[in-house]
């Protein structure tokens, strides 16, 4: 299916498990106190935000490893350079397809999107020895990638078909190329939040049908949902279908767990919602419409009292007066 087509809702999951974790909504404050608190943890001796991040432990390296992976293994789980994870895959040719890839998620992570975009893409299609897969399998598994699928809302994805997809749509998005983007997340399994990723790039292009058909239906269950719903909700403003925007916003108000920042959104889009609407029933064309009539009787009398102002005049010197 491509990615402009509208076949129906995109954001149904029957797996039992994902590998994505609790979404992040990203404010002033959360970012101020991650900044201070990564800093201290790292000050105390914890894994440095430049680093590949990893939900618990780093898995030990068993003694039998080869050289190849024990030099992808360091690159990995010790290093901050995606340069030194570049040179492991040409020292290593059967695994260049696996380091491009890890590169490519220390490089989103670390905010080079540019060079994110091009490592990932390249490994993506470079192909793997069974070695590299094996090692992928064995030791990547607690690998996280913290994706932004819409704006300020980051989730954590285990590393993963999802997790390199998503990170290679994020980071063309964040590069201005809005329709490879799109075409890239439109081929991952149906999830909340693949769905958001492509609704965000979707709406940024003006596809606002291909959003309310992608999310009909939808439910404020989480703080995903109901950023899906805010991103409905514009579509359908744009489309000048304020009820059924007003329905998506009154959604993601109904849940009271949801997050703060995006019921203040949600207020934010139903105010501006009920200007657009105002502005639409005091519209000054609106109020002119009887006026046209008004003003073509007015030019007719002023024109009728000037002509017979001149017709007595004229009528005054020929009696002489």
């Known amino acids: 299916m491509s990615a402009g087509q509208s076949l129906g809702p995109i954001y149904r999951d029957t797996r039992d498990l994902t590998p994505f974790g609790s979404p992040q909504v990203r404010t002033p404050v959360r970012d101020i106190a ?13 894994r440095s935000g430049a680093l590949l991040s990893v939900d618990g432990t780093i898995p030990r390296l068993k003694r039998i490893s080869g050289k190849a992976a024990k030099a992808v293994y360091e690159a990995t789980f010790h290093n901050t350079d995606p340069n030194r994870l570049i040179a492991a895959g040409r020292a290593y040719p059967g695994w260049a397809g696996l380091c491009y890839v890890l590169a490519g998620l220390l490089a989103h992570q670390q905010g080079g999107y540019l060079r994110a975009s091009e490592l990932l893409q390249r490994g993506l299609t470079t192909r793997n020895d069974d070695d590299a897969n094996q090692f992928a399998s064995g030791y990547l598994t607690r690998v996280v990638t913290r994706v932004e699928v819409a704006e300020r809302l980051e989730v954590p994805v285990l ?163």
């Open 34 to 46: 991650d900044g201070v608190g990564g800093i201290l943890h790292t000050a105390l001796g914890g």
């Open 159 to 321: 590393f993963s078909e999802e997790a390199v997809f998503l990170a290679l749509s994020h980071s063309l998005r964040e590069t201005g190329h809005l329709e490879a983007a799109l075409q890239t997340v439109a081929s991952l399994p149906p999830s909340l939040p693949a769905a958001l990723a492509r609704c965000s790039v979707a709406f940024a292009l003006g596809r606002d049908k291909e959003v309310t058909v992608w999310t009909e239906g939808l439910l404020n269950a989480d703080d995903l949902s109901a950023a899906l719903l805010l991103i409905r909700a514009r579509s359908l403003r744009r489309l000048g279908a304020s009820k059924a925007s007003q329905a998506a916003l009154q959604e993601v108000l109904r849940r009271r767990k949801t997050h703060l920042a995006l019921r203040n959104d949600a207020l934010t889009d139903r105010a501006l919602l009920l200007l657009d609407n105002g502005r639409r029933s005091l519209n000054p064309r609106d109020w002119l419409r009887g006026r046209p009539a008004e003003l073509e009787t007015f030019e007719v009398i002023r024109k009728d009292a000037e002509e017979r102002r001149l017709w007595e005049q004229e009528w005054k010197a020929l009696n002489g007066e």
